[in-house]
């Protein structure tokens, strides 16, 4: 089974699976949370990484941390076509225009933030920017 293979399967019960040979790390976080400090502790070189829920501002972190490969149960349209523009393979069971927030009403508040940026290393800052900011809320 092939270290993609594996993290998909490892998304059972799990938000995130990032899996290289024999180092298996999961995430069980609500949100984009967990991949911010996992991302922010180290790089995915050479990890083959799945998550429930991909959009653009995820991708820019998956990126800006140099993933081998990418599956989505959801992925945006947007998350795709950044890691396509960066070179990295991705995959999804479902392809969606937009990641919606959890209210159901509006964009994802993260997506929000990256959407008028195409910089991993500008979008990572203002992801941080705003997970501190709806910290305060």
Same mark, same amino acid.
């Given at each position: 089974?092939?270290?993609?293979?594996?993290?998909?399967?490892?998304?059972?019960?799990?938000?995130?699976?990032?899996?290289?040979?024999?180092?298996?790390?999961?995430?069980?976080?609500?949100?984009? +949370?967990?991949?911010?400090?996992?991302?922010?502790?180290?790089?995915?070189?050479?990890?083959?990484?799945?998550?429930?829920?991909?959009?653009?501002?995820?991708?820019?972190?998956?990126?800006?941390?140099?993933?081998?490969?990418?599956?989505?149960?959801?992925?945006?349209?947007? /998350?795709?076509?950044?890691?396509?523009?960066? +070179?990295?393979?991705?995959?999804?069971?479902?392809?969606?225009?937009?990641?919606?927030?959890?209210?159901?009403?509006?964009?994802?508040?993260?997506?929000? /933030?990256?959407?008028?940026?195409?910089?991993?290393?500008?979008?990572?800052?203002?992801?941080?920017?705003?997970?501190?900011?709806?910290?305060?809320?």
């Amino acid at each position: 089974m092939s270290d993609l293979e594996r993290a998909k399967a490892g998304l059972d019960g799990h938000s995130l699976c990032l899996v290289n040979e024999d180092t298996v790390i999961t995430d069980d976080s609500r949100g984009i +949370g967990g991949l911010f400090s996992i991302t922010g502790e180290r790089d995915l070189v050479g990890f083959s990484c799945a998550d429930l829920i991909i959009g653009r501002a995820a991708a820019m972190l998956y990126i800006k941390a140099s993933a081998a490969a990418v599956h989505g149960r959801v992925m945006s349209e947007g /998350a795709a076509s950044l890691f396509g523009e960066h +070179g990295i393979p991705c995959s999804w069971d479902t392809l969606t225009e937009r990641i919606i927030d959890r209210s159901g009403k509006d964009i994802c508040p993260m997506d929000k /933030a990256v959407a008028d940026t195409g910089d991993p290393n500008e979008g990572r800052r203002l992801i941080g920017d705003t997970l501190e900011k709806l910290r305060r809320q």
